[in-house]
């Protein structure tokens, strides 16, 4: 299982270590922070290696939003997910419209035969910031997967490997670099 956050304000998450193989069949989770508005701040938390049988998220945010005075930083966490027998879906940083957070300094590791693997994956939402970020997806799938071109306002510095899949996706042009 992992940690499961509904409803909050001003959430800290900070300096947690989540280790994991599982038999489940269906998607785990290990951060799923759903609801949590204004300056949320998820940062040196560490993800796997993790080796499920299922689907698998480092980390999911789902409708957090931040203010443009009140921003949520997700800052220097680590996730490892997947291997390489892994025929499952695995992601390491997933937003489900988001807004205004920062986004930086983050390690992110997938790996895997699905091609739905991501390393960080955004869709919907807006104003996040994406910043010195490294995605690397050493199985099929994409290194950073972009659902909506709108939904970042800033994005520069990030490393992105995928030697086995697609580098990155964007639905739109997007004149922004990442």
Known sequence: MGTHLYYNLDLELTDNVYR??????GTSYRVYNFFSDEAQVVTRNKVG??????GFRAF?????????TKKGLIANNLAVAGGT???STNYGLFFNNCGFQEVVHNSLVVAGTSSGNRAM?????GGLEVFNNNMVNFGAGTGFYLNSAFAIVAGD???IYAPNGDVGF???????AC
């Open 20 to 25: 994991t193989v599982s038999n489940y069949g």
């Open 49 to 54: 290696p993790v080796t499920t049988n299922g």
């Open 60 to 68: 999911e945010f789902n409708s957090c939003d931040g203010t443009p």
């Open 85 to 87: 027998g892994s025929t």
């Open 121 to 125: 994956y955004i869709n919907s939402g």
């Open 157 to 159: 510095n990030n490393n």
């Open 170 to 176: 964007v639905t739109a042009a997007q004149s922004r």
